[in-house]
């Protein structure tokens, strides 16, 4: 088996994988899908496993940045992993993720995040469930019912809006210190804000991007850093509750809008979960933001088949943390384990659930330290 950079020349080939793993696609998802995927086969973050020069699977390495405790850093997100149905079940689907994860090192990121279709092959490969997708389900008329506290300068945006979007993701992503949320490129944004079906507005402090979906409204972003913009972006989603009687909407799991409803008793939310893997112990940590309040030092070794793992000392001090090796000793973690602490897991779930061990000194320090509610409103 060969595996080796896709090039234009393989796309239909490409197409025709994707129906048979996902079904049909209609020829304007096609269109915006070469659109997307066709500045990604110069940089290497398409890939294809062939078999006697037949396509037998693909693996695309999204460039996402990706906020940890508000600090943003680059994260291979990866998408699109396809096998053949006669190929499955021979090791394809194997092969060309532990590629994908030596190509993702290899462009220096040192997190990758994705959307399992299956749990068992991506969790062999170090990677473990994160965090969610939360679709939450909200009667419209509830959200005309919030009234706008200010006078916010709304506007409507288009593709050339794309690095003021990026912008106001670092901007509001940093001051709330989310984790979990990430930004498609500016190129990518252009494409995304292009689409003549979606209604799209922008603040100073905020974005909302809907459209209508049957009788009801979808929304595919709504992100605000004031109370005054959360107020006036989802009022204006409300203002549809004369035709449409629901809004489903992605959602943090505080999101500022559970609390400005009026009436609030059962939340409908359905989780879309999300895996991760940590790729390189030391740049992941100084790379991610961490509460300033927590000072001190860990050790951990982390068991990483694939990526070396090894053991560290973790310090902690003014929101940033560094991962140095060590001799040894303190906590022994898998690679998914690791992954998961990072994203927040308590270390008390991860030793029950076998993902954790050894010495227990430093179980509070890291919960303290890694604590966090990781979420994606974006799909990928």
């Given at each position: 088996?060969?595996?080796?950079?896709?090039?234009?020349?393989?796309?239909d080939?490409?197409?025709?994988?994707?129906?048979?793993s996902?079904?049909?696609i209609?020829?304007?998802?096609?269109?915006?899908?070469?659109?997307?995927?066709?500045?990604?086969?110069?940089?290497?973050?398409?890939?294809?496993a062939?078999?006697?020069g037949?396509?037998?699977?693909?693996?695309?390495?999204?460039?996402f940045?990706?906020?940890?405790?508000?600090?943003?850093?680059?994260?291979?997100?990866?998408?699109?992993?396809?096998?053949?149905?006669e190929?499955?079940?021979h090791?394809?689907?194997?092969?060309?993720?532990r590629?994908?994860?030596?190509?993702?090192?290899?462009?220096?990121?040192a997190?990758?995040?994705?959307y399992p279709?299956?749990?068992?092959?991506y969790?062999?490969?170090?990677?473990?469930?994160?965090?969610?997708?939360?679709?939450?389900?909200?009667?419209?008329?509830?959200?005309?019912?919030?009234?706008?506290?200010?006078?916010?300068?709304l506007?409507?945006?288009?593709?050339?809006?794309?690095?003021?979007?990026?912008?106001?993701?670092?901007?509001?992503?940093?001051?709330?210190?989310?984790?979990?949320?990430?930004?498609?490129?500016?190129?990518?944004?252009?494409?995304?804000?292009?689409?003549?079906?979606?209604?799209?507005?922008l603040?100073?402090d905020g974005?909302?991007v809907?459209?209508?979906n049957?009788?009801?409204?979808?929304?595919?972003n709504?992100v605000?850093?004031?109370?005054?913009?959360?107020?006036?972006?989802?009022?204006?989603?409300g203002?549809?509750?004369?035709?449409?009687?629901?809004?489903?909407?992605?959602?943090?799991?505080?999101d500022?809008?559970?609390?400005?409803?009026?009436e609030?008793?059962?939340?409908?939310?359905?989780?879309?979960?999300?895996?991760?893997?940590?790729?390189?112990?030391?740049?992941?940590?100084?790379?991610?933001?961490?509460?300033?309040?927590?000072?001190?030092?860990?050790?951990?070794?982390?068991?990483?088949?694939?990526?070396?793992?090894?053991?560290?000392?973790?310090?902690?001090?003014?929101?940033?943390?560094?991962?140095?090796?060590?001799?040894?000793?303190?906590?022994?973690?898998?690679?998914?384990?690791?992954?998961?602490?990072?994203?927040?897991?308590?270390?008390?779930?991860?030793?029950?659930?076998g993902?954790?061990?050894?010495?227990?000194r430093?179980?509070?320090?890291?919960?303290a330290?890694?604590?966090?509610?990781?979420?994606?409103?974006?799909?990928f």
């Amino acid at each position: 088996m060969e595996i080796r950079d896709l090039t234009p020349d393989d796309l239909d080939d490409v197409l025709d994988l994707r129906k048979r793993s996902f079904g049909p696609i209609s020829g304007a998802e096609v269109e915006r899908w070469r659109r997307t995927v066709t500045p990604t086969l110069g940089e290497g973050r398409y890939l294809g496993a062939f078999e006697g020069g037949r396509l037998a699977a693909s693996a695309r390495l999204r460039r996402f940045t990706q906020w940890w405790h508000g600090r943003p850093q680059t994260m291979s997100g990866i998408a699109g992993v396809t096998v053949n149905p006669e190929d499955r079940g021979h090791g394809v689907g194997t092969a060309i993720m532990r590629a994908v994860i030596d190509r993702s090192a290899g462009h220096g990121d040192a997190v990758s995040s994705l959307y399992p279709a299956t749990t068992p092959l991506y969790r062999s490969l170090g990677y473990e469930h994160a965090g969610a997708r939360n679709m939450i389900t909200l009667p419209a008329e509830s959200l005309r019912r919030i009234r706008p506290s200010g006078q916010v300068e709304l506007r409507r945006m288009g593709p050339g809006d794309a690095a003021e979007v990026v912008s106001l993701l670092h901007r509001v992503h940093g001051a709330a210190r989310s984790s979990g949320p990430v930004s498609w490129d500016e190129a990518t944004w252009s494409i995304w804000l292009s689409n003549e079906d979606d209604f799209l507005y922008l603040a100073p402090d905020g974005y909302l991007v809907y459209r209508w979906n049957g009788d009801d409204i979808h929304v595919d972003n709504l992100v605000a850093g004031s109370e005054e913009t959360s107020r006036a972006l989802w009022s204006m989603v409300g203002t549809s509750s004369s035709i449409a009687q629901k809004v489903t909407a992605p959602v943090a799991p505080d999101d500022p809008v559970l609390w400005l409803l009026g009436e609030r008793s059962t939340d409908r939310v359905t989780q879309v979960r999300w895996m991760f893997r940590v790729l390189d112990v030391a740049a992941a940590v100084g790379r991610r933001g961490f509460p300033a309040a927590v000072a001190g030092g860990a050790a951990v070794t982390v068991h990483d088949p694939l990526r070396g793992g090894g053991s560290f000392r973790l310090e902690f001090s003014g929101g940033s943390g560094t991962a140095a090796p060590s001799a040894g000793g303190g906590a022994a973690l898998t690679a998914g384990g690791f992954s998961a602490l990072y994203a927040g897991v308590p270390t008390a779930t991860l030793r029950r659930s076998g993902l954790m061990s050894g010495d227990d000194r430093d179980d509070e320090l890291l919960d303290a330290a890694f604590a966090a509610k990781p979420y994606m409103l974006d799909y990928f």
